[in-house]
Antibody
Framework: QVQLVQSAAEVKKPGASVKLSCKAA????????IHWVRQAPGQGLEWMGIINLSGGATNFAQKFQGRVTMTSDTSASTVYMELNSLKSEDTAFYYC???????????????????WGQGTLVTVSS | DFVVTQSPLYLSVTPGEPASISCRSSQSLLHSNGYNYLDWYLQKPGQSPQILIFLGSNRASGVPDRFSGSGSGTDFTLKISRVEAEDVGIYYCLQTLHTLTFGPGTKVDIK
């Protein structure tokens, strides 16, 4: 059973950076993808981006381009998400989620976000 | 940009009664392969989201059969045939055809 274990809560000042980790237990992170999704307190889910664990290619939501970096250390089965130039509006729970592959009729392959990590709360406050 | 809306945003249901949530996309989610790229997730109180339905109508492994998804193109529906106490939480639809976009969520609680 794959589990994603995320790093502990962080408190940062505006303008600082934060680097979060997401470690896969019971799974070797050398293929597949990891998504990052955030959720401001009491708000909905917001997709941030994805990293391809086979090669490290990334794709980010336009809102975060230039401010986010996603990397992986497959030997440690861990991925990292760094967000720079933090603002108070970045206060949120940050979730990582592994893609689970489904093979459908006619060989169509689709992926769902499953499972998710437990989330890391990042608080940005002066 | 894709815009995904849900209705209602809040639903209070009597246990054993059915419930239905609508999700609409600003653009068609029907791929040329015949599948609709619309998923449903449930976030129970204090928990991370979990997958319920993918490609519009396919139940994920372990999801009770009281949950069903339907729809095509721009209009989709999640139905719970008989709501149970454990179904409380926020239901999100997610379009995955282009840059992933979540709906705003529908909060479901028990009367």
């Amino acid at each position: 059973q794959v589990q994603l274990v995320q790093s502990a809560a962080e408190v940062k000042k505006p303008g600082a950076s934060v680097k979060l980790s997401c470690k896969a237990a019971g799974y070797t992170l050398d293929t597949s993808y990891i998504h990052w999704v955030r959720q401001a307190p009491g708000q909905g889910l917001e997709w941030m981006g994805i990293i391809n664990l086979s090669g490290g290619a990334t794709n980010f939501a336009q809102k975060f381009q230039g401010r986010v970096t996603m990397t992986s250390d497959t030997s440690a089965s861990t991925v990292y998400m760094e967000l720079n130039s933090l603002k108070s509006e970045d206060t949120a729970f940050y979730y990582c989620a592994l893609t689970r592959r489904h093979i459908m009729d006619r060989g169509v392959i689709v992926e769902t976000l499953d499972p998710w990590g437990q989330g890391t709360l990042v608080t940005v406050s002066s | 940009d894709f815009v995904v809306t849900q209705s209602p945003l809040y639903l209070s249901v009597t246990p054993g009664e059915p419930a239905s949530i609508s999700c609409r996309s600003s653009q068609s989610l029907l791929h040329s392969n015949g599948y609709n790229y619309l998923d449903w997730y449930l976030q129970k109180p204090g928990q991370s989201p979990q997958i319920l339905i993918f490609l519009g109508s396919n139940r994920a492994s372990g999801v009770p059969d009281r949950f069903s998804g339907s729809g095509s193109g721009t209009d989709f529906t999640l139905k719970i045939s008989r709501v149970e106490a454990e179904d409380v939480g926020i239901y999100y639809c997610l379009q995955t055809l282009h840059t992933l976009t979540f709906g705003p969520g529908t909060k479901v609680d028990i009367k």
